[in-house]
């Protein structure tokens, strides 16, 4: 039976030092009793009360590691059905698939593809999280797991049913902790025996929910501590329908067999619906999605969709408030001011950036709020934007007083021109897009 909030509470310090990030013991406690957190939470708690509490505590999906010391993604310890009860806390990982009929030259170059597959968006670095290598057909299963492996700067996957292969490629490779993919009823005892043997993660399956139950069970009974149930794509809404009843079976009614994160491999007829199917995977609840895709414009839409699904929604995503420098500023060049929200800031200094005029952009601290909600919100006003401007020491920069402020804030401009040394206010766009004419046309 689960120990209720005060149970838990009278084995913590007690200091309510907040290293949690909870504002009191108690209230840790009480997320720990509803399974939102995990106790190991606590930087403080003693041995001894970690160990007495660890059923009590331990978060009803396992946490998953895979790869090595060097290059390790985690995924799994989830603890609610939807974003807005709390957050979810481990992001979804794409793998790029190469397949058996490759050859040597054409896996050298899909694994160099996924290494520069990388990109900035809104402060973030976004990139492929695996390298999955099928080697069910290869020539050389040793070696084509070896070539890739070596090469790649991400966690392995190692795609393939016989076991006698299996074996080979992860003997080759098992320092590298990849992920056996996939054990299901026809191999699971082969499959459970070499991830156990190597102490590796396994992705089982089956042809439905009941199946894969067996097939989990198994391989919990053979003794593999990791596991991942893997998923297909061929008819999409059975695949979510199932992710959820998997989700909700562990979450809420503990179900051993599915207290793991998901995989989906995606299956598709064309890139763009292998795009749109990964990223509806990818909402809604699959740990790792598996598409064959390299090209920049079908990595990025899913790459963006997990960005935005597995931000953390208490939490305001902002940018520091500071004096940012948009190529190489002199004294003549122009002065915004933008709101530290970081969809505002990264939209507006792009736009900059694709103008080509050298700028300075003030950021006054929003609270993580936009331009119209910090208005509507009270959270910015011409006297916040003069003092942050004046702290920020910008008429030390320029020899101008010329202040482009945004197209949404015309209201302040008489304001600032009264109250302040910037004597020349210009009302800005409304639209980050319109900033590149505006900039080049307006400004000399």
Not at 66 to 86: A, K, N, Y
Not at 104 to 116: C, F, L, P, Q, R
Not at 393 to 418: M, N, Q, S, W, Y
């Amino acid at each position: 039976m689960a120990l209720t909030g005060m149970q838990i509470y009278k084995s913590l310090p007690k200091t309510n030092c907040k290293d949690c990030g909870v504002p009191t013991c108690m209230a840790f406690a009480m997320q720990v009793a509803a399974k939102q957190r995990a106790l190991t939470d606590c930087p403080h708690i003693s041995d001894e009360a970690s160990s007495s509490l660890a059923e009590a505590s331990a978060p009803p999906m396992k946490l998953v590691k895979i790869g090595s010391v060097d290059s390790t993604f985690e995924l799994g310890q989830e603890t609610v059905m939807f974003r807005h009860e709390e957050k979810f806390h481990r992001k979804s990982g794409i793998a790029v698939l190469i397949p058996s009929t490759d050859t040597d030259a054409e896996a050298t170059a899909k694994v160099n593809a996924i290494g520069s597959a990388v990109f900035e968006r809104v402060g973030a670095t976004l990139k492929v999280d695996f390298t999955a290598v099928e080697i069910d057909g290869t020539a050389d299963p040793v070696a084509r797991t070896k070539l890739v492996a070596d090469r790649s700067a991400v966690p392995v996957i190692l795609v393939g049913k016989d076991a006698g292969r299996m074996k080979a490629a992860v003997d080759a490779v098992k320092d590298k902790r990849p992920l056996i993919y996939k054990a299901d009823a026809a191999n699971v005892d082969a499959f459970a025996g070499i991830a156990k043997d190597a102490d590796l993660p396994l992705a089982v399956s089956g042809k439905d929910l009941d199946e894969l139950e067996q097939v989990s069970q198994k391989a919990l009974d053979a003794g593999v501590q990791e596991l991942i149930l893997a998923f297909g794509t061929e008819h999409l809404g059975d695949t979510i329908r199932s992710l959820t009843i998997a989700r909700r079976a562990a979450l809420r009614q503990r179900f051993k067999p599915f207290g793991f994160p998901s995989m989906v491999e995606v299956s598709a007829d064309s890139p763009e619906m292998e795009t749109i199917f990964a990223a509806c995977a990818a909402a809604k609840y699959a740990g790792i999605v598996v598409i064959r895709g390299t090209e920049p414009w079908e990595l990025l839409p899913i790459m963006v969709a997990i960005q935005d699904v597995y931000t953390d929604p208490q939490v305001p995503n902002t940018v520091e408030s500071k004096l940012w420098e948009i190529g190489s500023p002199n004294e003549d060049s122009p002065v915004l001011f933008t709101t530290n929200f970081s969809l505002t800031y990264f939209s507006v200094a792009g736009e900059v950036e694709r103008s080509k005029v050298p700028s300075y952009i003030c950021v006054v601290d929003t609270e993580g709020l936009g331009v119209l909600n910090a208005y509507a919100g009270d959270k910015i006003s011409a006297e916040k934007v003069v003092k942050t401007i004046d702290g920020l020491k910008v008429t030390e920069k320029v020899k101008h007083r010329k202040l482009i402020i945004p197209g949404l804030l015309p209201i302040f401009r008489a304001e600032i021109e009264d109250t302040s040394e910037w004597k020349e206010v210009i009302i800005g766009p409304e639209n980050a897009r319109e900033i590149p004419a505006f900039l080049t046309n307006n400004w000399k």
